[in-house]
């Protein structure tokens, strides 16, 4: 990987690891516009103040937009979110392993 594409890929992480920026990709990547307070709602926990300053930050990245109908991802945020699945699968994966290694099968099974 070059220092170029290395520096983009460090920029993209510094923006989704702000507080709830992946979890607000994730609640609008079923294609949906939602409302601030439902998006506030699929979200969980976050305070009004730090969602909107997440999505400030996430429509100045042209991640996420807001039309009349409320905010939804742009083809670019959707394309991360697609990326996502990925990540979805193999979530899925190391969860079976990590239950898995917590509670080993009984020895001589």
Known sequence: MSAKDNA???????????????????????????????????????????????????RAARLVDHSGHGYRLTTQGADLARRLVDVQQFAGKWSHQQARAAHPPPAGT
């Open 8 to 58: 983009a890929v460090m920029q993209l992480f510094d923006l989704l690891e702000s507080r709830y920026a992946l979890r607000v990709i994730w609640a609008l990547s079923d294609g949906h516009p939602q409302t601030f307070r439902l998006l506030q709602d699929s979200v969980g926990g976050v305070t009004p103040n730090t969602l909107n300053t997440r999505l400030k930050e996430l």
